[in-house]
């Protein structure tokens, strides 16, 4: 093979590799080009609402045909208990910044645990009514040494009806007869620290009810304490929302042995509590005569409403 050959050969293989590196240059860009779109619609979009959807959890619960074994994270697969929403959500750890519980329509549910959210807990309903004409019924337990369940922790704690087609009632407790709770005796507690130990919310900066019908037993629905002059919170919201009942009931069978308040706020020491009230359409009933009823050693020189207490 002569030397002109050789070189031509020489010059067809070079171009032949050029044009082949050139053609995996364009293949590397292109796989480059999408990774990096890739890349940048996962932390752009992507990863930040999987992040905000890890921050909050929903959970379902059936009381009537639920089953502690599912998952709870949908209406298909609802839990049927209360505590088992606490196990759900970390136990004694706050780990979820919104914790939305959905209760089935038209079903009663106890909640007799304790449960966390660092930002906001709301409870709903869901589903199709189980019995027509029958209301969502949601009633705070006791502990088994006594005590009436603080079940909602959480800066701003939510009741709303919006969910399903049922009425939503919320139920503070009611002593049974012969009821027990021995911290009471044992340390000669007096009614102002039941109220504060036993309402059903505690210290909540905010809460809201919406379109509920919230029935006021022995003690108060929520407590604010001011041991001085500011509470936890530098200033305190209730939402009465769309429509509001709250009607005070009368008083449980075992209640002469501690106290009845039905109230919807109450406040323990200090009375002066920079707190905004805010209330449409609502409506007062039973035992509460006037929206002054509400509230309970409020004083109202820090108080902003919607309405006039009186």
């Not at 002569?2 to 070079?14: D, F, H, K, N, P």
């Not at 049922?166 to 027990?180: C, I, K, N, R």
């Not at 003690?219 to 936890?232: A, H, Q, R, V, W």
Request: charged share 20%; proline share 5%; hydrophobic share 35%.
């Amino acid at each position: 093979m002569s030397l002109e050959t050789q070189i031509t050969a020489l010059v067809g293989a070079a171009n032949k590799l050029t044009s082949e590196v050139a053609n995996k240059m364009k293949g590397i860009d292109s796989s480059l080009t999408a990774a990096q779109k890739k890349f940048e619609e996962f932390t752009g979009k992507d990863f930040p609402e999987r992040v905000s959807g890890a921050r909050q959890l929903n959970i379902y619960i059936d009381p009537l045909e639920g089953s502690d074994s599912n998952s709870g994270v949908a209406s298909s697969a609802p839990i049927q208990n209360w505590a088992r929403a606490r196990e759900i959500t970390g136990g004694t750890l706050t780990i979820y910044d919104r914790v939305v519980v959905l209760v089935r329509s038209g079903t009663t549910l106890v909640m007799d645990t304790v449960l966390n959210a660092r930002e906001m807990l709301r409870i709903t309903q869901y589903g199709a009514i189980t019995a027509p004409g029958e209301p969502t019924k949601i009633y705070q337990g006791f502990r088994s040494h006594g005590r009436p369940v603080q079940p909602c922790n959480a800066p701003y704690v939510m009741f709303d009806q919006s969910g399903g087609d049922s009425d939503l009632e919320v139920h503070t407790a009611e002593f049974p007869s012969g009821h027990d709770w021995p911290e009471i005796a044992a340390n000669n507690r007096d009614a102002d620290w039941i109220c504060y130990a036993g309402s059903l919310l505690s210290n909540a900066s905010r809460f809201k009810l919406r379109n509920v019908k919230l029935k006021l037993h022995d003690l108060p629905f929520s407590t604010i304490y001011m041991s001085g002059s500011l509470g936890d919170f530098a200033s305190y919201e209730v939402v009465l929302g769309a429509s509001c009942e709250v009607t005070g009931e009368a008083p449980g069978a075992g209640s002469g042995q501690y106290v009845h308040n039905p109230r919807l706020l109450h406040v323990y020491f200090n009375p002066y509590v920079p707190v905004d009230i805010v209330a449409n359409q609502l409506v007062v009933g039973g035992s509460l005569t006037s929206t002054a009823d509400l509230f309970d050693n409020l004083d109202l020189k820090n108080v902003r409403s919607s309405f006039t207490i009186q």
